[in-house]
């Protein structure tokens, strides 16, 4: 129901834009959320953004370096990287929450759909 596309390989200091489509069965609205994982790790909380394109929360580790955004055809939302680090290397996902939960709590629930995550690697 949500696929991510745009990862790859950067270097220190590049940019990356990640995209997150939700498919028509989706949840006719709702809130989108990114996420990172490490192997090994917990998932961490990046960045979500208010179906109307309105409300926006990041993560302390990226904000003023990345930005969240709606498109148009308000099933896409883009993730745009800048100013990349070594340390923003993992596998990136997107959620769809439809309680908007995600805005104030920066989790989401399993239950929600999730897509299959899209690679970062940032080089040093």
């Known amino acids: 129901q949500l696929e991510e596309s745009g990862g790859g390989m950067v270097q220190a200091g590049g940019s990356l834009r990640l995209s997150c489509k939700a498919s028509e069965d989706t949840f006719p609205a709702h809130a989108t959320g990114w996420f990172r994982q490490v192997s090994g790790k917990e998932r961490q909380f990046v960045a979500a953004?208010?179906?109307?394109?309105?409300?926006?929360i990041y993560s302390d580790a990226v904000a003023g370096r990345f930005t969240v955004k709606r498109h148009g055809d308000r099933r896409l939302v883009f993730l745009e990287m800048n100013n990349l680090k070594p340390e923003d290397t993992a596998v990136y996902s997107c959620t769809a929450d439809p309680t908007d939960m995600i805005l104030t709590t920066k989790k989401s629930s399993a239950m929600n759909p999730w897509g299959q995550g899209t690679a970062v690697t940032v080089s040093s």
């Open positions: 953004i208010s179906w109307d394109g309105a409300r926006t």
